[in-house]
């Protein structure tokens, strides 16, 4: 659980984008030898940009060969016999399984009993990975024990339980953090620090000066690569997006279907909301907003949130049933909290995925950005007030 905590997140942000062209792909072969006792198949899994690749093999006496093409390292698993649809935790964990960096080159992985324990012997960059893996593998074991007993209590909604057990977790994890953030900053033309960067920063907002101060650190090579494209173009993003630029304008329909666009609201100061029911402390959430809109007064301010629910009946009901009636839309199919990103044309916009919303924004009269991320807690109020009598103070996340 600790231990791949944001693994999930990483690998939906690497397939929020289409699939760019693959170009200069370079030859691969993998031999291996597995003991001879090892019968089955294997399946290789990688991804050329944001296309996923698996390719299988059946085990002759141990051995075995892969083939293929790749355009720069990339993350590749292989897996004896690997499990067919939904599998545990547990069983996610013991598979017979290994990650490494595949890249162009004719690479050898020996073992003299399964997959897990094999070594890799040809890949330039898996010199790196190795290291900052068995760095992680030392905390990963000081966690282990905790794994199982965090489960339990989620299972059994033991809220004290669980606090009370992250605060023996939440130590290891920041040395965990601290022993990522070292190997960054030791290894720029590494693409496995690169991942690891991609996994602190690439599912989240992305904070201007911060991350290009972060993402500069490395070398061009590996800023070239997908993820490297990636975190570029967010970056690209966020500059249009900073307090003084002008709101980008969208039009979705109301709880009616009536259309309803940002732009209609010019003349007004705009708390600009991207939420979902889901989402936690949903009521605490509601009631801060409530609280900023009257206490500034409804003729000083609007609000317009945007909702990620299933339709627009969801909506009006979702409306009605909490007596929400701050100026409403629905972006039907916007959010695919499946694959955790954004889909729609708004969330693209406004780089909006289920990972960083809720998120509220404060647009003056004239469509002009004040505040992104602005914080929703019992000083949104406050802070919003601040802002509207002091324009030029203004900054990113609150």
């Known amino acids: 659980m600790f231990r791949n905590l ?15 062209a693959l170009y200069a792909q370079k030859a691969f072969t993998l031999n291996g030898k597995l003991s001879k006792d090892k019968s089955g198949m294997l399946r290789l899994t990688y991804y050329n940009d944001s296309l996923e690749v698996r390719d299988s093999v059946e085990l002759k006496e141990g051995a075995f060969t892969f083939k293929g093409k790749v355009k720069e390292p990339v993350l590749a698993t292989l897996e004896l016999n690997p499990r067919h649809g939904r599998v545990t935790y547990e069983e996610y964990m013991n598979r017979d399984a290994l990650e490494f ?45 905790y794994e199982k007993l965090y489960m339990k209590y989620r299972s059994e909604r033991d809220t004290a339980g669980a606090r009370a057990l992250m605060l023996k ?13 070292l190997f960054i900053a030791g290894n720029p033309d590494s693409y496995a620090a690169f991942s690891i960067f991609f996994k602190q920063r690439g599912p989240f907002i992305i904070e201007l000066p911060a991350v290009e101060k972060e993402f500069n650190h490395f070398s061009n090579k590996v800023k070239k690569s997908y993820l490297g494209r990636k975190i570029a173009s967010r970056i690209a993003l966020a500059k249009r997006l900073e307090p003084g630029n002008k709101a980008p304008d969208f039009t979705l329909p109301d709880a009616d279907g009536r259309p309803l666009s940002l732009s209609s609201l010019q003349g007004k100061n705009v708390l600009l909301v991207f939420w979902t029911r889901s989402m936690a402390n949903f009521q605490a959430f509601k009631n801060n907003i409530d609280k900023a809109w009257e206490g500034l007064g409804k003729d000083r301010l609007s609000v317009l949130a945007v909702n990620y629910s299933p339709d627009n009946a969801s909506l009006k009901d979702l409306m009605e049933r909490e007596s929400i009636s701050w100026l409403s839309v629905s972006d039907v199919n916007g959010m695919d909290f499946i694959r955790m990103r954004g889909s729609g044309s708004v969330a693209a916009t406004y780089d909006l995925s289920p990972v960083t919303i809720p998120q509220a924004w404060l647009v003056n009269a004239e469509g002009i950005i004040l505040a992104r991320n602005l914080k929703i807690d019992q000083l949104l109020s406050d802070r919003i007030g601040n802002l509207l009598q002091n324009p030029t103070n203004t900054k990113k996340h609150e």
């Open 6 to 20: 944001w693994k999930n997140a990483l690998l939906a942000t690497a397939l929020s984008v289409a699939s760019g």
């Open 101 to 145: 960096y595949l890249e162009p080159a004719k690479i050898s992985l020996e073992s003299s009993g399964g997959v897990k324990t094999a070594s890799i012997r040809g890949s330039k960059n898996q010199i790196s990975f190795e290291k900052i893996s068995a760095l992680q593998a030392k905390l990963d074991s000081q966690l282990a024990p």
């Open 169 to 181: 977790v939440n130590p290891i994890l920041q040395e965990k953090r601290e022993t990522d953030s």
